[in-house]
T-cell receptor
């Protein structure tokens, strides 16, 4: 039973355009959401996060949107660059629980 | 400062053998986590430590898996009598504390292959 779902295994975008990566969750107790980026043979690196009291968080080219009623969040990358090509994982946590629940990831390819 | 380090980076073992994976967290981080990623899957939580204690062992897949942390720093994940389904990349992460809104920093992982 997957609590965090990334339904698109892959996404291909042209350089300079917007990349939109989607994530759905089922556990209404989740109150903190994160996006991690992962290159091959490396560990995930933190990208951006959002708490459930907000609906948007922005950091440079990266913006995360949270729609609690739909249990949906998305990561927007504008403009996309070839160096953004990686696997992006959505993750969530609930209250004081230490662990993160991860989606299966979306492989983003940004073509020059 | 130095990030999370893990050793070995790769481990190939025969079915039935025991393996030990090591994690060195970021200095000063009191919380330490173990995850694993099987082929084509997301990261699966195994266990976390706050200091030397592990309040949540619910993610360990079987009693062949155990972990310890001593001195509030280095942790080892031990898998006894390895099986082929144990093949995965095992990641360690650390954070300043186990609290909401705490970013977890990941190590590069140990790729375990059980033949």
């Amino acid at each position: 039973d997957q609590q965090v779902k990334q339904n698109s295994p892959s996404l291909s975008v042209q350089e300079g355009r917007i990349s939109i990566l989607n994530c759905d969750y089922t556990n209404s107790m989740f109150d903190y959401f994160l996006w991690y980026k992962k290159y091959p043979a490396e560990g995930p690196t933190f990208l951006i996060s959002i708490s459930s009291i907000k609906d948007k968080n922005e950091d440079g080219r990266f913006t995360v949107f949270l729609n609690k009623s739909a249990k949906h969040l998305s990561l927007h990358i504008v403009p996309s660059q070839p160096g953004d090509s990686a696997v992006y994982f959505c993750a969530a946590s609930a209250g004081s629980q230490g662990n993160l629940i991860f989606g299966k990831g979306t492989k983003l390819s940004v073509k020059p | 400062g130095a990030g999370v380090s893990q050793s070995p980076s790769n481990k190939v073992t025969e079915k039935g053998k025991d393996v030990e994976l090591r994690c060195d967290p970021i200095s000063g981080h009191t919380a330490l986590y173990w995850y694993r990623q099987s082929l084509g899957q997301g990261l699966e939580f195994l266990i976390y430590f706050q200091g030397n204690s592990a309040p949540d062992k619910s993610g360990l897949p079987s009693d062949r898996f155990s972990a310890e942390r001593t001195g509030g720093s280095v942790s080892t994940l031990t898998i006894q009598r390895t099986q082929q389904e144990d093949s995965a990349v095992y990641f360690c992460a650390s954070s300043f504390m186990v609290l909401p809104y705490n970013e977890q920093f990941f190590g590069p992982g140990t790729r375990l292959t059980v033949l």
